[in-house]
């Protein structure tokens, strides 16, 4: 799903019960009306593809990073309203 600042949905695709929604992003990232300043997602989005799309796109990836990588330099308010 892809919301809005304020949590209102903008697009969605119902996954498979058992897939994994991550190939599914890029395509909503680009059903986006216009591009977005951060793009903030949980650590199941960890991957240097999909954040290199959104770097391309020209927005910024606010998503975790797996245990060996470097911490994500994001403003904490971002951080701290993940969820």
């Not at 949590?7 to 890029?26: D, K, S, V």
């Not at 300043?37 to 799309?53: C, L, M, P």
């Amino acid at each position: 799903m892809i919301a809005d600042g304020r949590g209102r949905t903008i697009a969605f695709r119902l996954a498979p019960g058992q897939a994994h929604e991550l190939p599914h992003a890029i395509s909503r990232l680009d059903e986006l009306p216009g591009v977005p300043k951060w793009v903030v997602g949980d650590s199941g989005y960890t991957s240097h593809t999909f954040r290199e799309h959104i770097w391309t796109m020209g927005a910024r990836p606010a998503i975790p990073p797996q245990r060996h990588e470097a911490a994500v330099a994001c403003p904490c308010w971002i951080d701290n309203n993940r969820n």
